[in-house]
Nanobody
C-alpha cells in the first residue's frame, strides 16, 4: 500500500528557509524501470492545488514550475525513501499547505507533472507559514 507522509512545515520569517520531507512507503525510490514520479504541490484556500516541483525515481529527472524556479530544490534519498523540497528565500506568498504526491506515469510530457490530476497518491499535507 502506497503511503506518503510530509514533514517539515512550520512558521518562518520572510527570507528564511525550510526543508520539507516526503517519506514514502509501499514502493521504492531507488532507480529502476518501474519507478514513480514524486511531486510537490501547494494549496491556499479557494485556489487550485499548484504544482511546484517533481522528481523521477527512475532516473532522477526533475522539473520546476511557477515561483519554485530558482528558489526551491527537489532531491531524493533512496536509502531513506524520502523526497525533499528545500525552500529558500521564502516569501509571504509561499504560505500554503504543501503536499507530496506520487504517480507511476513515467512518460508524460514534462509539464504534465505539474497537474494534480496526474497523481494517484497523496500525503496529508504540511502547513508552511511565512511571516513578513
Amino acid at each position: 500500500q502506497v503511503r506518503l507522509v510530509e514533514f517539515g512545515g512550520g512558521l518562518v520569517q520572510a527570507g528564511g528557509s525550510l526543508r520539507l520531507s516526503c517519506v514514502a512507503s509501499g514502493f521504492t525510490l531507488e532507480a529502476n524501470e518501474l519507478g514513480y514520479v514524486i511531486g510537490w504541490f501547494r494549496q491556499v484556500p479557494g485556489k487550485e492545488r499548484e504544482g511546484i516541483s517533481a522528481i523521477s525515481s527512475r532516473d532522477g529527472s526533475s522539473w520546476y514550475w511557477n515561483s519554485a524556479k530558482g528558489r526551491f530544490t527537489i532531491s531524493r534519498d533512496s536509502a531513506k525513501n524520502t523526497v525533499y523540497l528545500e525552500m529558500n528565500s521564502l516569501k509571504p506568498e509561499d504560505t500554503a499547505d504543501y503536499y507530496c504526491a506520487a504517480t507511476h506515469k513515467l512518460f508524460l510530457d514534462d509539464d504534465n507533472y505539474a497537474y494534480a490530476r496526474e497523481y494517484e497518491y497523496w500525503g496529508q499535507g504540511t502547513q508552511v507559514t511565512v511571516s513578513s
